[in-house]
C-alpha cells in the first residue's frame, strides 16, 4: 500500500538541506500541487469545509519541514526518548489517539535535518553511559509510508547498528519495508508490527494493509535478522473474537521462521476518552466502534484524564486467553503488558 501525497508542501528553509532538496525536485516532477510556506508548525491551504473533509484531505498532504526542537520527549514506560523523524501516520484508523492529539487536520509531516536529530541522539546516548538509552521511533507516527520518500529510517536504523549503548524500536502497520531489509542494523533495532484481526482491520482500519500481508512482511523481517515483536492492538471483544485472535496467532506462527527467537508481543485493549469519542463521530459519524459508556468501567489514567475500559470480568478473559495461547503457540516469548 503505497502512500502518494495530493499535495507537498516545503517549509520555505527545508530546500536548504539536502533531503529537502532531493524531496522538492522529486516532487516538481510529479503530479502533485507543490507550495513553499513559511513553518510546518502551521499549515493552512489544506481544503475541507467539514470534519471529514479536512481530516481526509490532511491525510493526502505532506508537509516537509526543519525539526528546531531538540528536546526529546520522554517515552515512559516503553522507552526513554521519542525519537521525531516523522509525524502522524497515512492511515485512516476510526480510534486512533492521533486523532485528537494532532488536530483537526492530521496531515503527514518529515524532518529534513535529520543529522541533527542523530547527532542529539548520540548525545543522549552519551550522556547515559554506560547504561542503555532505548528510542522509540513511532510515538506519533509510522515512519514506514513516507520511507520510499526519506530514506530516513534506514538512516536511523543503520545509526544505531554502530551504538553500543543506544536502541531503537518503531512500530508499524505498513508493508513496504523491502528497503529496510538490508540495512546494517546489528540486531540494535527491534522492528515491530501492529497487527489485529482482519474484522477490525476492515471495520476500523482503512487504508491499511491486511493482516496477511502484515504477517508476510513481518516473516521477511525475521528472516533479516531484527528482533521482532508484534503489538496486538486495540484488542476488541466481538463475536467469535476469541476464533479471529487465535487464528491470527496461529498464522503469524505458519508465517515465521520456525528459528526465530526473542519474539515479544505488546497488547492494548481498546479503551476511550469522552474527548476522542466526540472527535471519531466527527470525523466517522457511521463508526461502529463500541463506545458505549454504561458497558465500560471508568478509571483514570496517568495523565489526569478518564477513560473507558473493558469490565474486570472482561480484562481477564483477554488476559487469560493471550497469556494461554501465546505460550502454546510461541513458547518462550515475552508478553511485555497487556493493558
Not at 114 to 134: A, M, N, S
Request: charged share 25%.
Amino acid at each position: 500500500m503505497i502512500f502518494k501525497p495530493k499535495r507537498v508542501y516545503f517549509e520555505n528553509t527545508a530546500r536548504d538541506y539536502p533531503l529537502g532538496k532531493h524531496l522538492y525536485d522529486y516532487f516538481q516532477g510529479q503530479d502533485v500541487e507543490v507550495k513553499i510556506i513559511g513553518s510546518h508548525n502551521r499549515v493552512t491551504g489544506i481544503p475541507g469545509k467539514t470534519s471529514q473533509q479536512a481530516y481526509m484531505e490532511a491525510k493526502r498532504t505532506l508537509v516537509v519541514g526543519v525539526r528546531r526542537t531538540l528536546k526529546f520527549s520522554p517515552c515512559k514506560p516503553s522507552a526513554h526518548y521519542q525519537l521525531p523523524i516523522s509525524t502522524s501516520c497515512t492511515g485512516k484508523c476510526e480510534y486512533c489517539y492521533l486523532n485528537t492529539t494532532l488536530g483537526k487536520k492530521p496531515y503527514i509531516r518529515v524532518y529534513v535535518n535529520v543529522d541533527q536529530i542523530l547527532d542529539q541522539t548520540r548525545k543522549y546516548i552519551q550522556g547515559r553511559k554506560p547504561e542503555l538509552t532505548l528510542f522509540e521511533g513511532a510515538a506519533t507516527s509510522d515512519p514506514v509510508p513516507v520511507e520510499r520518500y526519506t530514506g530516513s529510517l534506514k538512516k536511523t536504523i543503520q545509526f544505531f547498528g554502530d551504538q553500543e549503548s543506544g536502541r531503537f524500536r518503531f512500530v508499524t502497520k505498513f508493508t513496504d519495508i523491502d528497503s529496510l531489509l538490508h540495512a546494517e542494523h546489528r540486531g540494535h533495532t527491534t522492528f515491530r508490527f501492529s497487527l489485529n484481526t482482519d474484522r477490525v482491520i476492515k471495520d476500523y482500519e482503512h487504508d491499511t494493509p491486511r493482516a496477511g500481508e502484515r504477517v508476510e512482511a513481518a516473516g521477511k523481517v525475521a528472516r533479516a535478522d531484527y528482533p521482532l515483536g508484534f503489538l496486538i492492538a486495540p484488542i476488541f471483544i466481538y463475536d467469535q473474537w476469541e476464533k479471529d485472535y487465535l487464528t491470527l496467532l496461529q498464522s503469524l506462527r505458519e508465517t515465521l521462521p520456525s528459528n526465530v527467537k526473542n519474539i515479544s508481543f505488546e497488547l492494548i485493549t481498546h479503551r476511550f476518552t469522552a474527548r476522542a469519542k466526540n472527535r471519531i463521530l466527527e470525523v466517522f459519524p457511521q463508526t461502529t466502534l463500541p463506545m458505549e459508556e454504561k458497558e465500560r468501567k471508568f478509571k483514570y489514567g496517568q495523565f489526569g484524564y478518564g477513560k473507558y475500559i473493558y469490565t474486570k470480568e472482561e480484562m481477564n478473559d483477554i488476559k487469560k486467553f493471550f497469556a494461554n495461547h501465546i505460550e502454546s503457540i510461541f513458547p518462550g516469548a515475552e508478553i511485555k503488558y497487556l493493558v
